[in-house]
C-alpha cells in the first residue's frame, strides 16, 4: 500500500486487494508447479465475497492464465440475495467463457437444506443453455388461477417429482431433461 501511495495515480484499496487476489492465485499455481504439477491438474480457485470483486478478479486471471477457474462467490448470503449475488456475477463470467467449475454457497435456511446449492447451481447452467438437467417447469405467474394455493402445489408438486424421478427417466429416455413442461390455468 506505501508502494502504491507514491504512485503518480495510486490504485484503490480495492483495486490493490483484487491484485494481491490474483497474483497469490498466480504464485500458488507457479509453486505447485515448481514442485512438478502439470498445468491441467491446477484449478484456480480465490475466496471473494463481493459480486465485483469476483468479477473483477476472475477475469484478470482468465486474461493472465490458462488453468482451470473454479467460480464461487464466497458467504453470499440467505435466500434469494444469495441466489441472486451468485446468479449475476457467475452468469456474466460464464457467458465470457470464464469459469470451468461453479459453486453457489448459501447460508441454508433454519432447518434448510444444503442440496439447495446443488439445485442453484444446476437451474443457472440450465438458465443459461450451458446444460440441461431437469425439465424447465414454467407456470404462468399473473392470473388469477395463479393465486390459488391449489395451482401453486400442482406446480410445486410437478417440478419436485421431475426432479425426483430424473435420474431413472434419463436412463429410459434419452434427452428427457430438455423437455419444457407448461402449467397453466385460466381465470
Known amino acids: 500500500m506505501d508502494k502504491n501511495q507514491d504512485e503518480s495515480f495510486p490504485l484503490t484499496a480495492g483495486e490493490v486487494t483484487r491484485e494481491a487476489m490474483v497474483q497469490s492465485a498466480l504464485l500458488s499455481a507457479q509453486l505447485a508447479n515448481d514442485i512438478g504439477m502439470a498445468d491441467d491438474k491446477i484449478i484456480l480457485s480465490v475466496k471473494v465475497s463481493q459480486v465485483q470483486d469476483l468479477i473483477a478478479v476472475y477475469c484478470e486471471l482468465a486474461r493472465r492464465s490458462n488453468h482451470a477457474l473454479h467460480l464461487g462467490l464466497t458467504e453470499a448470503g440467505m ?4 441466489i441472486v449475488a451468485s446468479s ?7 457467458q465470457q467463457g470464464i469459469g470451468d467449475t461453479i459453486r ?3 447460508t441454508p435456511e433454519p432447518g434448510g437444506d444444503r442440496t439447495r446449492e446443488v439445485h442453484v447451481s444446476q437451474e443457472l447452467l440450465q438458465t443459461m443453455g450451458f446444460r440441461s438437467f431437469v425439465p424447465i417447469v414454467a407456470a404462468c405467474p399473473g392470473c388469477g388461477a395463479q393465486l390459488l394455493p391449489t395451482f401453486q402445489e400442482l406446480a410445486s408438486d410437478i417440478q419436485k417429482q421431475l426432479r425426483e424421478d430424473m435420474p431413472e427417466w434419463k436412463t429410459k429416455y ?11 390455468g385460466a381465470s
Open 88 to 94: 449475476a456475477a457467475m452468469g456474466i463470467l460464464l
Open 79 to 82: 435466500g434469494t440475495k444469495g
Open 174 to 184: 434419452p434427452g428427457v431433461e430438455d423437455l419444457k413442461v407448461a402449467v397453466m
Open 104 to 106: 453457489i454457497s448459501l
